[in-house]
């Protein structure tokens, strides 16, 4: 992934609120229940 072309992207969504930065190191059961976490906790 080019992280400088995505700056801006990251830039337009963290000014939102919206931006969920999640720890992708560890084991995929791990990095999943994070991401489910982070879907969950936010309104439907």
Known sequence: ???????PLIDF???RGVLAE???LGAIDDV???IRADL????A
């Open 32 to 34: 999943f229940r994070r």
């Open 40 to 43: 969950e906790s936010w309104p």
């Open 13 to 15: 969504y963290r000014a």
């Open 1 to 7: 992934m080019n992280v400088a072309a995505m700056a």
């Open 22 to 24: 999640i720890d992708g």
